[in-house]
């Protein structure tokens, strides 16, 4: 497939973003957490969105704020969908529903912005650096793209209204969700050849798979809980529903748990629960996994993920959840002292001025 023709909204090189606070290269060694934020009030107030910086290991203190402003070419706040990092090339990634942004972590510049033409929504991107796989915004297909140029290398097209992207921690297979699916496409990152798993009891929602890609976890639409499905036979293994609470009204996604976590020794899945404002536990030691623990957090949670050293949970509320004592910890706040809330947000860790290490947005395991 010949490349498509992207619109450049900006730079033929690198624009500075106006960032105060420390340096990037004089950040203390040690973990930081870098939060995509989306909405009006970004808007408003800071000319656009922005990545929030956190320093976890001094309890999630604010550290700065790096604008995005001037990169929404429409003029007015779009909605932001995903969030990707790499270590290697010192790159982070933020998508919106029309273009995806490519900053310097070291520099914190803006290297370029791209928008295609189908849009976009929650990408992932190969442990290199090499690839990114971005699925247009709830449209058939999903783009394979340089990560380096944003140049469009191929598609894949399962015709599933593309949302939701994981690349395994190996590298070796991309996994497509789409909203109007109950399959999860399977992606050889080798041959772009394609498999299926499932079908799940309804369309795939946010999901997550262990470090060995042989299970994936999935919401899915009209269940307080989640399925799970064998990821080398593609059949579907268990449905796994929360007790105690019962579904009902939520405010966003329009699906009772919209976010699905393992922690990254795989021994617990962590599953959102938006109505009744709970993230439950759940053990993952047996099999199907069996609910253990429900935790209240302060607003309708809609993701989590979680710290690469498993210690803490970090739901999209913006709450800090300790993972073996199941506390609240800490919360997110700005630097006016207003709450952080997000669903796109991963970890950055910095040695002697350089990125050494990143997460993901996904709470993905990591037992290999």
């Given at each position: 497939?010949?490349?498509?023709?992207?619109?450049?909204?900006?730079?033929?090189?690198?624009?500075?973003?106006?960032?105060?606070?420390?340096?990037?290269?004089?950040l203390p060694d040690g973990r930081y957490l870098y939060v995509a934020v989306p909405g009006i009030r970004n808007y408003l107030e800071y000319g656009g969105h922005g990545l929030l910086v956190f320093e976890i290991d001094k309890d999630y203190r604010f550290v700065k704020r790096i604008p995005t402003a001037g990169l929404d070419v429409t003029g007015k706040p779009i909605n932001v969908k995903g969030v990707c990092a790499n270590a290697g090339t010192g790159?982070?990634?933020?998508?919106?529903?029309?273009?995806?942004?490519?900053i310097d972590l070291h520099a914190e510049k803006l290297l370029w912005q791209r928008e295609y033409p189908a849009g976009c929504d929650r990408m992932s991107m190969t442990p290199d650096g090499t690839r990114i796989y971005l699925p247009s915004y709830e449209n058939d297909y999903w783009y394979v793209l340089d990560a380096i140029s944003g140049d469009e290398i191929t598609r894949i097209t399962p015709r599933s209204g593309a949302?939701?992207?994981?690349?395994s921690i190996d590298g070796t297979e991309a996994y497509l969700a789409g909203l109007r699916s109950p399959l999860l496409t399977v992606v050889d990152t080798a041959t772009q050849e394609t498999r299926t798993v499932g079908p799940f009891a309804h369309s795939i929602r946010p999901f997550t798979i262990n470090g060995s890609r042989t299970r994936v976890y999935v919401c899915i639409?009209?269940?307080?809980?989640?399925?799970?499905?064998?990821?080398k036979s593609g059949e579907k293994l268990h449905r796994v529903e929360v007790s105690g609470f019962e579904q009902g009204p939520v405010k966003r996604h329009g699906c009772p748990s919209h976010g699905v976590g393992l922690t990254p020794d795989e021994k617990e899945v962590w599953v959102?629960?938006?109505?009744n404002q709970h993230v439950h536990v759940f053990d993952n030691t047996v099999s199907p996994p069996r609910q253990i623990a429900s935790i209240r957090v302060r607003d309708e949670p809609g993701w989590v993920t979680f710290r690469l050293d498993g210690r803490h949970a970090w739901p999209s509320t913006g709450d800090i959840v300790d993972v073996k004592s199941r506390k609240v910890v800490a919360q997110l706040t700005d630097e006016t002292g207003a709450a952080v809330m997000s669903e796109k947000?991963?970890?950055?860790?910095?040695?002697?001025?350089?990125?050494?290490?990143?997460g993901d947005q996904f709470g993905l395991g990591r037992v290999r």
């Open positions: 497939m010949k490349p498509f023709r992207c619109l450049i909204a900006a730079l033929a090189s690198a624009v500075p973003l106006s960032s105060p606070g420390v340096p990037a290269a004089e790159r982070i990634y933020v998508s919106t529903i029309k273009q995806l942004q490519c949302h939701n992207t994981i690349v639409n009209q269940l307080l809980g989640f399925e799970v499905g064998d990821l959102v629960d938006a109505h947000m991963v970890e950055v860790q910095w040695r002697d001025g350089k990125v050494v290490r990143t």
